[in-house]
Antibody, heavy 122, light 107 residues
Framework: EVQILESGGGLVQRGGSLRLSCVGSGFTFTKYAMSWVRQAPGKGLVWVST????????YDADSVKGRFTISRDNSKSTLYLQMNSLRADDTAVYYC???????????????WGQGTLVTVSS | EIVLTQSPATLSLSPGERATLSCRASQSVSSYLAWYQQKPGQAPRLLIYDASNRATGIPARFSGSGSGTDFTLTIRSLEPEDFAVYYC?????????FGQGTKVEIK
């Protein structure tokens, strides 16, 4: 059974930093690209970042480019999101999601963690 | 940047009724569209990908159709557990994007 578990969320001041982690199990972690998707309270889903299975290629939404860094440690089946220069509008539940293996551009997400809440205080 | 517009914002139906949800893209995304279901306090669940392919374990009452700019998610006969928010998502054009959601509520 695929399991995805995020951690690292919390309350941080505007301009501060936070690192999220996500451990995957029940699948061959290195075989799959992984992503972060966030959801502000009461709002919709927003894609944040994706990293290839080997960790060599990353993709970021414009809203986080230059501030957030996605990375992974395949030896630990762990995905990370380093978040710097945090703003109030970064407040959201951050989901870690496994990418579906289907041909074509970009990604869909077939397994999600329960999410971790990041609150940026102003 | 592609904008996905979902309609209606809220759909009020009774169990057993048919639900028809729409997702319109501001430009063509070919067939690269997915649908997700999200219940309160839970993560999204992939239902449909590439417009019409059911994800693993998804009941046959869920079906997707469309291509280009107009897509539809149909729930043939609503079960009590189907009342939730539904999102469409496109991967045909950079950047990846989600619609704003349609809430299916009990009438």
């Amino acid at each position: 059974e695929v399991q995805i578990l995020e951690s690292g969320g919390g309350l941080v001041q505007r301009g501060g930093s936070l690192r999220l982690s996500c451990v995957g199990s029940g699948f061959t972690f290195t075989k799959y690209a992984m992503s972060w998707v966030r959801q502000a309270p009461g709002k919709g889903l927003v894609w944040v970042s994706t990293i290839s299975g080997d960790g060599r290629t990353t993709y970021d939404a414009d809203s986080v480019k230059g501030r957030f860094t996605i990375s992974r440690d395949n030896s630990k089946s762990t995905l990370y999101l380093q978040m710097n220069s945090l703003r109030a509008d970064d407040t959201a539940v951050y989901y870690c999601a496994k990418v579906v293996l289907v041909p074509g551009p970009m990604w869909y997400f077939d397994n999600w963690g329960q999410g971790t809440l990041v609150t940026v205080s102003s | 940047e592609i904008v996905l517009t979902q309609s209606p914002a809220t759909l009020s139906l009774s169990p057993g009724e048919r639900a028809t949800l729409s997702c319109r893209a501001s430009q063509s995304v070919s067939s690269y569209l997915a649908w997700y279901q999200q219940k309160p306090g839970q993560a999204p669940r992939l239902l449909i990908y590439d417009a019409s392919n059911r994800a693993t374990g998804i009941p046959a009452r869920f079906s997707g159709s469309g291509s280009g700019t107009d897509f539809t998610l149909t729930i043939r006969s609503l079960e009590p557990e189907d009342f939730a928010v539904y999102y469409c998502q496109q991967r045909g054009n950079w950047p990846l994007a989600f619609g704003q959601g349609t809430k299916v509520e009990i009438k």
